[in-house]
């Protein structure tokens, strides 16, 4: 069976889903293709087990971009809440609060601990390593060798399963941008004495670094509300969203422009598609591979790594509570990365007060030890490990559920930026109906705003008929940076940028 589309999008995860409602907003026609058989959303979807609701990470909606925070208003009207940001850090036994409090910091770490920190960041600020290449360098230019081994090492190894000597200082520039320790003890003094709040609530404008950000929006049934919304009022306006088809080859027939894609569904059958456009959120070295014939780049878009994750959702009959949302564990004598109260997110994700559900979250490899160990096994390490750190009893526990997610992290090592670098040059040369957008889709660990940005871009590029907006200018801010426009809004409204070559 063959369908003929005007763009064809692939994955229903927020950049496609982004890109799908807005295009069919401006009456074209769109369809979109998601491997998951039962639901849109991708990572930000929201995961149902017994009547707990929980999400693949946790995510705030926040944006210092005006455009993405009045399409997540338009698509979501009426039901966003406002929370509390607070998460804390576990380190040896004792909870920290992040950002740091430096008063409770210095108690916890005692005096002479505390001495070294300072000691070593001023040695560090005052010898930096020139032209910093990995993690490493980075964290230790900005922060001190001793700050890096306690706040960053091993919190960060678990999370990629790399030395940080391997990963890309690229990471660090873009994770942990517009936070210098200065401003970090300047705000913990303050925190430490009250003197200071700051709310975001998702709210664009104002100077603000989203580490150190108080509150934030969150769909009151999580994120996923977002995401069915999206994929709702896509096909009410005309646009078709289809589940259970991945994309396993595409064709581009340069003399007429069209596009025949081909997709699987998970019972064997097939479907063709034809489109004069594809905007594809895929994983570039899942998308490189099955385009045919195959282009030069596939060695490098095969060389791209990813980061897999695992959540053990532990649900248990207890009236022991704390605040945070998340917690980070940087204990080195657990496997577990981070705790998610899912209660702290809306109290909405659980449906029973005398009960609690924690999400604690594993960073793994697709295929490794821990994710093809059978739920069973996984569930008991949770309960152990969530005793360990004594969030809960595991005698209370009462439920469990786990959730793989593939790909969830594009990987920074050293040399993925020359990877992605080649892929991308050679696509655009190709390919100019082909579109890149959001975290995997461009191999950048971005959070949804910035996704949702590189697809409104694509949208306006597709109307326009030419690659106007270089969607790879999206910086961290979801701000659109180019010619003299540093807010997003203005690109996306302003018809007098002018045209240029992309390299």
Not at 27 to 36: A, D, K, N, P
Not at 113 to 124: E, M
Not at 383 to 404: F, K
Not at 417 to 431: C, K, S, W
């Amino acid at each position: 069976m063959s369908h003929h589309t005007e763009t064809l999008v692939i994955g229903a995860g927020p950049a496609g889903l982004t890109a799908a409602y807005l295009l069919s907003k401006q009456g074209r026609q769109v369809t979109v293709l998601e491997s998951h058989a039962e639901q849109v959303g991708g990572i930000s979807r929201t995961v149902s087990h017994n009547g707990y609701l929980f999400d693949i990470g946790g995510h705030r909606f926040f944006s210092k971009s005006k455009a993405v925070v009045d399409l997540w208003d338009e698509i979501l009207p009426n039901d966003f809440i406002e929370r509390p940001r607070l998460s804390r850090i576990y380190y040896n036994g004792k909870y920290y609060a992040y950002p740091l409090k430096a008063f409770e910091a210095l108690r916890n770490l005692g005096l002479a601990t505390s001495a070294a920190c300072v000691a070593s960041y001023l040695y560090a600020r005052a010898r930096p390593v020139k032209e910093p290449k990995n993690f490493h360098q980075w964290v230790r230019n900005q922060f001190g060798e001793r700050l890096f081994s306690i706040f960053f090492k091993t919190y960060t190894e678990k999370v990629w399963g790399l030395s940080c000597d391997a990963i890309s200082a690229d990471w660090a520039a873009q994770r942990i941008k517009g936070l210098d320790l200065g401003a970090a003890i300047i705000d913990g003094v303050k925190r430490s004495l009250g003197l200071r709040r700051r709310k975001a609530g998702g709210k664009a404008g104002g100077p603000v670094i989203k580490t150190l950000i108080e509150s934030f929006r969150y769909p009151r049934r999580g994120p996923g509300m977002m995401w069915e919304a999206a994929a709702a009022k896509t096909q009410a306006q005309g646009g078709r969203v289809l589940l259970d088809r991945t994309v396993d080859s595409l064709g581009y027939e340069p003399g007429t422009g069209i596009w025949t894609v081909s997709a699987r569904r998970s019972d064997g059958s097939r479907e063709t598609f034809t489109a004069r456009h594809v905007v594809s959120s895929a994983p570039v070295r899942d998308l490189v591979n099955a385009i045919r014939p195959r282009p030069l780049s596939t060695f490098n878009a095969r060389s791209l790594a990813y980061r897999d994750f695992l959540t053990v959702a532990l649900i248990a009959k207890s009236d022991k509570t704390f605040p945070d949302n998340w917690i980070y564990i940087h204990d080195p004598s657990v496997k577990v990365g981070r705790v998610q109260n899912f209660r702290s997110w809306s109290p909405e994700m659980i449906p029973d007060e005398a009960h609690t559900c924690l999400g604690l979250e594993y960073f793994c490899f697709e295929g490794d030890g821990l994710w093809n160990s059978s739920d069973e096994d996984l569930v008991a390490l949770a309960r152990e490990e969530i005793g360990r750190i004594g969030l809960i009893d595991p005698a209370d526990v009462v439920d469990a559920c786990v959730v793989r997610q593939p790909k969830a992290y594009p990987v920074y090592d050293e040399d993925y930026a020359n990877h992605v670098a080649t892929v991308r040059r050679e696509l655009e040369r190709d390919f100019p109906t082909l579109h890149l957008v959001g975290r995997n889709g461009m191999h950048k660990y971005n959070n949804q705003d910035h996704a949702m940005m590189t697809a409104m871009l694509t949208v306006e590029n597709i109307r326009l008929g030419a690659r106007r907006h270089d969607v790879w200018r999206v910086n961290e801010d979801a701000e659109y940076t180019e010619s003299g426009f540093s807010g997003a809004e203005e690109a996306l409204t302003s018809e007098r940028l002018v045209p240029r070559k992309v390299a």
